[in-house]
């Protein structure tokens, strides 16, 4: 009876989250425009007058994958969103890279909830690092006031903080686990570095750090992030967008996600500074999939388009890949820090409620495509 409540309270908490999409950004948008009402009738949010806009000056040596390869490392971006299942390799998605894995190991920390896959694969001569996302992305996207400088002072470089606090959380291991796999027979692996959500900001702060720190001497690097969200200023992607890496981030349609951290806050840098993205975007927008221009910092014909109209359900579906599956273990979806945190104490759901779940953010996600909300729009123009 008593593990009948708790599954009772798990689900109307998440039935309210599901009809809220995500609570607590809504009401930090809905104070926001309390205090500036005219946020609504301007554009200049992540559209063509903002900074995102702004040309690329700096020398470009980033490559684009195939869609293949994004494809492929969806599936292990999406393994490991499944925090129990993937231990075992026994997630919805974990088939489709088990039979490529030599070995591989799964790290937490549950201080910052937060975990990390790092799989070996003989063959395909790769190490694959894959991070998890996590509800928690909306606690710490909202930690837009505190930007890090980069580790070794170099003062230009600013990272966004709560993308950094989670990165180094695992930081150690991964560095220690990927010397372990780079035995002398596999020093000439690649190395793939991909995430979803708060994943792809691991991912994205992790790609830089190894470049920056010159952590692994000489090795190829391949980033793929879908659903990524804005993690450091000008200074930070411009060195990323220099390094001889093959990548791309995927966005799917108006995907909230990849429109946050705000480009500015407000228009101006005086409580910040402004955002950017890496290149290269790679929009899906139903049937049509595009690389995005690499003249400027982002496209703005690309998913920036469909601003300020961006939607939470655009966040779920990724290629053949269907996110919300993982709501079906509802942990990460409910770990909100302050709030209540039932990794500890909700056992996994029994399966048949796991199947139920599934079938319902199907159909959620399939009904979904015209639900969209506002998000805020900064005041004014960015005048470079
Ligand atoms: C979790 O992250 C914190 C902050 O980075 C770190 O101090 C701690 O050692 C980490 N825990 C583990 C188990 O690595
Ligand atoms: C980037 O490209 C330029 C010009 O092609 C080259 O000189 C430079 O070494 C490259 N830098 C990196 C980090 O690959
Ligand atoms: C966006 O589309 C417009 C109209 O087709 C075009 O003029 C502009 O160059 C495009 N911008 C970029 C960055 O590709």
């Not at 990272?159 to 950094?164: D, E, L, R, T, V």
């Not at 995907?255 to 101006?268: E, K, N, Q």
């Not at 039932?342 to 159909?363: A, G, N």
């Amino acid at each position: 009876m008593k593990i009948m409540m708790k599954y009772l309270f798990v689900l109307s908490v998440l039935a309210f989250s599901l009809g809220q999409n995500f609570p607590s950004a809504d009401n930090y948008l809905t104070d926001i425009h309390r205090l500036i009402p005219s946020f609504d009738q301007t554009n200049q949010y992540d559209g063509p007058a903002s900074i995102s806009s702004a040309p690329i000056t700096t020398t470009i040596n980033v490559t684009k994958p195939t869609r293949e390869e994004m494809m492929y490392y969806n599936y292990y971006a999406a393994s490991v969103d499944s925090p129990f299942e993937v231990k075992t390799m026994d997630c919805v998605y974990c088939p489709m890279v088990k039979d490529d894995m030599s070995q591989f190991v799964v790290f937490d920390n549950s201080t910052h909830d937060t975990s990390v896959l790092v799989a070996l694969s003989d063959k395909r001569k790769e190490i694959v690092v894959a991070f998890r996302g996590s509800i928690n992305i909306w606690n710490c996207i909202l930690d837009v006031y505190y930007i890090n400088t980069s580790p070794d002072g170099a003062d230009h470089i600013k990272i966004h903080k709560g993308f950094y606090i989670a990165t180094m959380s695992l930081y150690d291991r991964v560095v220690e686990k990927i010397i372990a796999l780079r035995s002398t027979k596999n020093k000439n692996y690649k190395l793939v570095l991909t995430g979803h959500s708060l994943g792809a900001a691991m991912a994205r702060v992790t790609q830089f750090l190894f470049l920056h720190l010159n952590q692994f001497p000489g090795i190829t690097m391949e980033v793929y992030t879908y659903g990524e969200p804005r993690s450091g200023n000008k200074y930070y992607v411009d060195f990323l967008n220099s390094q001889n890496v093959k990548t791309s981030r995927v966005t799917n349609r108006g995907d909230v996600v990849c429109h946050v951290a705000p480009t500015s806050i407000v228009g101006t840098e005086i409580v910040t500074e402004f955002y950017y993205h890496a290149l290269t975007e790679y929009w899906i927008d139903g049937d049509q999939e595009q690389f995005a221009d690499q003249s400027t910092y982002e496209d703005p014909n690309l998913s920036n388009s469909r601003g300020p109209q961006y939607m939470p359900i655009d966040h779920f579906s990724y290629f053949d890949v269907n996110y919300m599956r993982m709501a079906a273990d509802l942990h990460e979806w409910l770990a909100i820090p302050g709030v209540l945190h039932p990794v500890d104490v909700f056992p996994p759901l029994p399966k048949p409620i796991q199947s139920w779940l599934s079938d319902l953010s199907d159909k959620i996600v399939a009904r979904s495509k015209d639900i969209r909300f506002p998000i805020v729009k900064p005041l004014l123009p960015y005048s470079p």
